[in-house]
């Protein structure tokens, strides 16, 4: 096999990797800074639009209020954010007003439909307001509340009034109780993100290097300088497959190593994490080497993949379209099927990259689907072979190693099978 | 068996177009290149020069004939021969990521010198070649002839005993083309066997010990300058090969149709 010659090569290539500035960004520096920059601007960006929604006062239009509930526009004028308007105006200007960011809600009165017993000038109320403007549907919110505030008071009133007792009343509530505890429920929240920012982040770390590996060998013309050296195109092969592997399974590990550092360090600040689980994330400490293993075998895969698209490109711009539609490929399935009601069947075990996906979900909520893990393992291992094999024969290929590469992959099984047909 | 470093018989190589079928870059080479040999390859463009060397260095596989390296066939020990041989030509670029010294150093060892020389080796080369002061520089901040003087560096670095050279001097100024030839005739005086392709007639003349003069694909005559000038009657090499083009029977150019440059395939 001469493993001393694949080790050279790899280290070499490893060794310029890290001298390449856009693999560098791609493969370590995104992995790495992508979870606390999105967990910065999402915490940055909620406060601040909480602030700015919390500064804002509420314009509210009053109309068709009856004279016996006056108190409850006096506890809307004691709202110190809500501030009431007169509007001479129609319902449909009111709209408009709202529509156009004059007015936050109109507040319209109607008669009850059906009288009640103990309140006078009973009423049903519409409130008008429009979610596609977020100064409006704050504005619901309060005025809201405070009519539940004034609902609440009213009923009292009338309850005091027909003499129904406390207890009775007190009884008569609405508890809702969740049975998930809070490490379940980061938990499962995590299942639906970690597999598939796995699967993104391991393509996209290997994306630059496949390229460099092959297209960017041409485009610096040292593909003929490598192919001249005591090495065999089996070897050289093998050393490009394993650095891009690496730094596919690099990028997903530090993607990994990344958002424990991220919540880890949110858990520190709500309460200590608990001892069995990743730095406060709610991942079992038992998945970890599941979910390593997963990384492992989606870099090998994503790896051979991408090099088998990337080497009939003459330059990194061709790279980048050759490899796209594979990258795409990769992670799209897991975008559809990450919802939690998708179960893991046997028949998913065995779809390549899916499977993985769907393993790594599982483990985070702490199931142990001991046959699908095995499923996945060995149609894993199958596919990684199966792209391994046909990675290398590509690149081993003469008129792909020294021809143009137009056309790309199809156009050269193409042109194999035409030559083929005349062979024949 | 001859103890030539260098020897083919009946080297033949097609390549397969979609749009224009088969092409004969090469067709029935015989050549060798003895010891302190420079043997020029004298062609015009797409005569089938890089084609033949690409083959001897195994970059390309022959569809027919054989050749051997050090002994080595280079179907049958491809890996072996790449051993035995530096390859330089103006595409055979180098690392712009890396030093020159790291440069030798993958190059020394991918060849397999020994290990615990070189270190030695390289620092020799280093200083051989005028590199102490951008040894550990980037390639890429190199002006092009310090890259030159690396590239040819790395070809040797494993001390081959054979020498490929195609066309080396394409793209340089006359003082580095000349400095590159000085290098190359003083490999030659360290005993190495040269293979020299050009299609620079002056180049030959001056620095080729024989001249084997090649078009579409085939060999049409080898010798000396002298041994040329005999059988032509002719003083000037740029005659005499005109004169080998000219006389060269019609069904050699039939036979290989099509005989352009392909992308990247055969010169």
């Known amino acids: 096999m001469g493993l001393r010659q694949i080790w050279i090569i790899y280290r070499h290539e490893v060794r310029c990797a890290l001298r390449e500035r856009s693999i560098v960004v791609a493969s370590i520096v995104v992995p790495l800074v992508m979870y606390p920059l999105l967990l910065w601007a999402m915490l940055a960006g909620l406060s601040f639009v909480a602030g700015q929604a919390e500064r804002l006062t509420s314009r509210v239009a009053i109309q068709g209020l009856p004279e016996a509930h006056g108190a409850l526009a006096d506890s809307l004028a004691a709202h110190d954010r809500i501030r009431l308007t007169d509007w001479a105006g129609d319902r449909e200007s009111a709209h408009r007003a709202i529509a156009e960011g004059r007015l936050d809600v109109h507040v319209v009165f109607e008669p009850a439909s059906v009288g009640a017993g103990g309140v006078v000038d009973n009423f049903r109320v519409t409130i008008w307001f429009s979610e596609a403007r977020d100064r409006s549907y704050g504005a619901r919110n309060r005025v809201e509340s405070a009519m539940a505030w004034y609902r609440e008071a009213l009923i009292d009133d009338v309850r005091r009034e027909l003499g129904v007792a406390d207890p009775v009343w007190a009884d008569f509530v609405v508890v809702r109780s969740d049975v998930a505890t809070p490490v379940e429920i980061s938990r499962s929240i995590l299942a639906l993100v970690v597999p598939l920012l796995t699967l993104i982040m391991v393509a996209l770390a290997s994306f630059y290097p496949a390229i460099d590996a092959t297209a960017g060998e041409r485009e610096r013309s040292t593909w003929e300088t490598l192919l001249t050296v005591s090495a065999s195109r089996g070897q050289v092969a093998t050393a490009k497959y394993l650095y891009v592997a690496t730094f596919g399974a690099l990028g997903g590990l530090l993607n990994l190593t990344a958002l424990a550092l991220s919540l880890g360090w949110i858990s520190s600040m709500v309460g200590a994490p608990e001892a069995e689980e990743l730095a406060g994330t709610g991942i079992p400490l038992a998945a970890l080497p599941v979910i390593g293993l997963g990384i492992a075998l989606l870099a090998l895969f994503v790896a051979a993949g991408m090099l088998a698209f990337a080497v009939f490109a003459r330059n990194f711009k061709e790279g980048q379209s050759m490899i796209m539609p594979f990258y795409v490929a990769v992670f799209l399935p897991a975008l559809f099927l990450r919802s939690p009601d998708i179960e893991f069947t046997l028949a998913l075990a065995l779809v390549p990259v899916v499977n993985v996906a769907m393993l790594i979900r599982e483990v985070i909520v702490g199931s142990v689907p001991v046959l699908q893990g095995g499923v996945t393992l060995l149609a894993m291992a199958l596919s990684v072979a199966g792209a391994v094999y046909f990675a290398q024969w590509t690149i081993s290929r003469e008129e792909v190693l020294l021809g143009s590469g137009q056309g790309g992959l199809l156009r050269f099984l193409r042109g194999r099978y035409s030559m083929l047909r005349r062979q024949r | ?267």
């Open chain 2, 1 to 267: 068996m001859s103890d030539q470093p260098v020897r083919a018989e009946g080297l033949t190589k097609f390549f397969y177009d979609e749009s224009r079928g088969e092409i004969r870059a090469v067709d029935g080479v015989d050549l060798g290149c003895s010891r302190g040999e420079i043997l020029g390859l004298l062609g015009a463009n797409g005569a089938g020069k890089t084609t033949t060397l690409r083959m001897l260095c195994t970059v390309l596989e022959p569809t027919a004939g054989q050749a051997w390296v050090m002994g080595h066939e280079v179907r049958a020990e491809p890996e072996r021969v790449r051993e035995k041989l530096g390859f330089y030509s103006a595409s055979t670029a180098l690392y712009p990521k890396i030093t020159p010294r790291e440069t030798l150093r993958f190059f020394a060892r991918i060849n397999r010198y020994p290990g615990a020389r070189v270190e030695a080796r390289v620092d020799d080369l280093i200083q051989r070649f005028g590199l102490a002061d951008y040894a550990d520089s980037r390639v890429e901040k190199l002006s092009t002839g310090m890259k030159q003087k690396v590239s040819i560096a790395r070809t040797v670095v494993h001390d081959p005993p054979v020498l490929i050279f195609d066309e080396p001097t394409v793209g340089l100024d006359v003082l580095n083309a000349i400095e590159l030839r000085d290098i190359i005739a003083g490999l030659r005086d360290h005993g190495k066997a040269i293979l020299f392709s050009t299609h620079i007639m002056s180049e030959a003349e001056q620095l080729c010990d024989r001249i084997a003069i090649i078009h579409h694909g085939r060999i049409l005559a080898t010798g000396t300058l002298d041994e040329l000038r005999d059988e032509t009657g002719l003083h000037y090499l740029e005659q005499i090969f005109v004169h080998y083009a000219q006389t060269a029977p019609v069904a050699m150019a039939d036979a290989s149709r099509g005989g352009g440059r392909l992308a990247g395939g055969p010169e």
